[in-house]
């Protein structure tokens, strides 16, 4: 490039340090174009060359430029929107298979014999208005079974001053429906066991329930025994003989049992339908699940991408690991506190989120349509995900309608899904590079090469060759200027004028004929 360096007497001078670099780049430029491993773009360059032969290499690299960035945008296209692949996993022999949460919700959670035991507690029926005690025995009930489904009933309660404000959460433990009094007769895998101990008291956006084997059910309450220790997550194995449960309820026909099966993870969320509604006219339910899961090797992805959360992802509030429905409810929590500044009574305690009194119950329900708007959380499935399908229901027998309800896999599951990486970043770098190098003989060091080029190399001779530069910027503002001839006659069919010094002169310079931006 240059000389070697100069010493310093021999740096500087008057020329300005901008022009000298705007020198340093033409040279620089011209030497890039004499010695780049690019493919053609060496003979683009090369005064010597005739135009026409110039010209047909700057088209196939013009062509080529213009395939690779067609290509390269597709297969971007293609990483950001299918980078994963979902398949079947059929080794069942080794998997740990989860029991799913039974969660049974009474279309009627309160027992009217509690409920009047409260009235009588507060007031003395026999000397008190009828009117008020109405109202009041309506308010407990509505405030006890309170869901996002029955809110309504909560506005025509708003003109009572005299009615209870707060606790809900207390007021509701005192009328709900105990364990012992709605179920009986319980099995787990074919070997009896204590229904209390087994299905435990839970709030959901659907009311008071009772679930078996989830992992969000309430942790003290006021009748809690003793003894009491919350049990473990259940599995079934494939020696196991029953892979069922089976419970049985007092008065079904005239309160039936909403019956969800979902994973231990999930919250009951009120967008999600029950299987069942038992009524006793069905004595099996029979389901199976289609769990999906994902390697580790789509953690290299984004969410967007692999359109699902990995459990330890994003943290939230309500869960100390991220699923969909606990994503929903936070979100629901998190809009509800700023319409409201306050959230359903009906949700776990946490630091900053204040139950509702009635007033804000009320508000709630002006605002419930925001409040549910799905549309308006930005949740997306987790990358470990099980859903129950009921595939089957099997009619009870006329002679045994008292017969419990059974709930069980219609088989072992034998088939899971397995979403994992079809194109990662080494594959995207390795197709980047391909097709590069197909069409334009390019790689990473070429793109540093051109860096190198035009900022180190640059800016070096500026400071040690300052002299050089000076000289080649003399020889440049000597240098002839091309003639462009912006005719459009072909060469060959015009008539060379040799009869004057200017048109001798210009043929010359056609023969040699540069592009300015070459100089």
């Given amino acids: 490039m240059f000389d070697g360096l100069k010493s310093a007497d021999d740096r500087g001078g008057d020329v300005p340090k901008t022009k000298l670099l705007k020198t340093s780049m033409r040279h620089q430029f011209n030497e890039f174009f004499d010695h780049s491993t690019l493919h053609g773009i060496r003979y683009i360059a090369q005064n010597d060359r005739p ?33 994963t692949i979902t398949g079947l996993d059929t080794d069942f022999h080794n998997w740990d ?16 014999e ?31 079974s309170f869901s996002y489904s029955n809110i309504e009933q909560i506005k025509t309660f708003s003109d009572y001053d005299w009615l209870p404000k707060d606790n809900f959460k207390d007021l509701a433990y005192k009328v709900v429906y105990h364990c012992e009094d709605l179920m009986f007769d319980c099995t787990f895998k074919g070997e009896p066991y204590n229904c209390c101990s087994g299905f435990e008291p839970i ?23 003793e003894n009491y220790s919350k049990s473990g997550t259940e599995y079934v194995y494939e020696t196991d003989n029953k892979l069922s449960i089976t419970f049985n309820t007092h008065n079904t026909t005239k309160n039936p049992l909403n019956i969800f099966i979902h994973s231990t993870d999930d919250i009951l969320v009120i967008d999600t339908l029950p299987q069942h509604l038992w009524t006793r006219r069905i004595a ?88 549910l708007n799905g549309l308006a959380c930005p949740c997306k499935l987790g990358c470990m995900n099980t859903v129950y399908e009921v595939e089957k229901l099997q009619d009870a027998q006329a ?30 770098l390795v197709a980047f590079g391909g097709i590069a190098g197909l069409f334009l ?50 060469l060959w069919t015009r008539t060379e004028n040799k009869g004057t010094d200017v048109t001798r002169k210009n043929d010359k310079k056609k023969e040699a004929f540069v592009l300015p931006f070459l100089h």
């Fill in 441 to 490: 003989g390019f790689s990473l060091l070429s793109g540093v090469e051109i860096l190198y080029y035009f900022t180190m190399r640059a800016f070096c001779m500026v400071a040690y060759n300052p002299k050089a530069l000076e000289e080649l910027s003399k020889d440049y503002e000597n240098q002839d200027k091309p003639v462009i001839d912006l005719g459009l006659k072909p």
């Fill in 284 to 371: 099996r339910i029979l389901f199976d699940s289609k769990q999906t899961y994902t390697t580790e090797g789509a953690r290299q992805l984004s969410i967007k991408q692999r359109k699902c959360v990995f459990p330890d992802e994003i943290p939230l509030l309500t869960d100390h690991i991220y699923t969909f429905s606990a994503c929903m409810i936070q979100c629901r929590m998190d809009t509800s506190r700023a319409l409201c500044g306050c959230v359903s009574w009906f949700y776990k305690t946490i630091d900053g989120y204040k139950y509702c009194d009635l007033k804000g119950l009320v508000c709630i329900s002006k605002h419930l349509d925001k409040i």
């Fill in 203 to 225: 709030f959901t956006e659907y009311g008071f329930c009772y679930s078996f084997n989830s992992r969000h059910v309430v942790l003290d309450w006021p009748w809690k025994p």
């Fill in 114 to 144: 509690k409920v009047w035991e409260y009235v009588s507690s507060v007031y003395d029926v026999a000397n008190t208005d009828n009117e008020r005690v109405e109202i009041f025995y309506k308010y407990i009930n509505a405030i006890a």
């Fill in 97 to 112: 298979v989860q029991f799913p949460a039974i969660t049974i919700c009474p279309l009627q959670s309160t027992s009217d």
């Fill in 51 to 83: 135009l026409h032969e110039r010209f047909m290499w700057f088209s196939f690299l013009s062509v080529g430029i213009v395939i690779t960035s067609i290509i390269i945008i597709s297969l971007w296209e293609k990483f950001q929107t299918s980078p």
């Fill in 399 to 428: 002679d045994i309608i008292d017969k419990p309800l059974e709930i069980t896999f219609v088989s072992w599951p034998m088939v899971r899904y397995r979403r994992e990486v079809l194109f990662g970043w080494v594959d995207l």
